[in-house]
């Protein structure tokens, strides 16, 4: 099946600096990737959709100018969280779509787990 | 209200049970179901796919019934390994967004020995 990866698998930052996270489709490309969140015990949540070359459609309550997202590619796409604070420390998974694959099915990546200190 | 709800459990059961979880959606003109696994601290994959005559993959058989826009999913001969989240997943297009997928919390199952 398609892989998907991402970097780093687990990040500790203070409070106040940005972290940038990437994602990666290894073996097909990807003209749609979704970046999610995960609290303890939660739902996967949908924090913006990316599509390549155009900029990302963000969900209802996130706020775009913290979360940069760029998919500068078919195969990568980066979620940048900026001035972190401790209630951004989540887990964070992108997905992407194979568009020559199944219908609907998304690919997700190991997770990137963000501490902030 | 949220659009799919799970019963979070947790559902203990030992080797060899029988278990059933349960999921129903809020949105009529969803379009695919499906359920994943969750293992702790990892990604979702992709279990199955659920269709409206019902599929079964092995000892697990997947249940739609549109008509009360409901998911189910029967684990037969429980094993150790079927430990985890397993989370009920439906896919419906919302406005641009083609393929966007609502997860529900998950409901956790431990198989003890």
């Known amino acids: 099946g398609a892989v998907v990866s991402q970097h780093p698998s687990w990040v500790i930052c203070k409070s106040g600096t940005s972290v940038k996270i990437e994602c990666r489709s290894l073996d097909f490309q990807a003209t749609t990737m979704f970046w999610y969140r995960q609290f303890p015990k939660q739902s996967l949540m949908l924090m913006a959709t990316?599509?390549?070359?155009?900029?990302?459609?963000?969900e209802q309550g996130v706020e775009k100018d913290k979360f940069l997202i760029n998919h500068a590619s078919l195969t990568l796409s980066t979620l940048t969280v900026t001035s972190a604070h401790p209630e951004d420390s989540s887990f964070y998974i992108c997905?992407?779509?194979?568009?020559?694959?199944?219908?609907?099915?998304?690919?997700f990546g190991p997770g990137t787990r963000l501490t902030v200190t | 209200r949220k659009e799919v709800e799970q019963d979070p459990g947790p559902f203990n059961v030992p080797e060899g049970a029988t278990v059933a979880f349960n999921c129903t959606y809020s949105?009529?003109?969803?379009?695919?179901f499906f359920w994943y696994r969750q293992d702790c601290r990892k990604e979702p994959k992709l279990l199955m796919s659920?269709?409206?005559s019902g599929n079964e993959d092995g000892r697990f058989t997947a249940q739609l019934n549109r008509a009360s826009q409901y998911i189910s999913l029967l684990i037969r001969d429980s094993k150790l390994s079927d430990s985890a989240t397993y989370l009920c997943?439906?896919?419906?297009?919302?406005?641009?967004?083609?393929?966007?997928?609502?997860f529900g919390r998950g409901t956790q199952l431990t198989v003890w020995p």
């Open positions: 997905s992407a779509r194979d568009p020559s694959g199944v219908p609907y099915e998304q690919y």
């Open positions: 949105n009529s003109a969803s379009q695919s």
């Open positions: 997943v439906v896919n419906m297009n919302r406005g641009s967004t083609l393929g966007r997928l609502y």
């Open positions: 659920v269709y409206s």
């Open positions: 990316s599509n390549e070359g155009s900029k990302a459609t963000y």
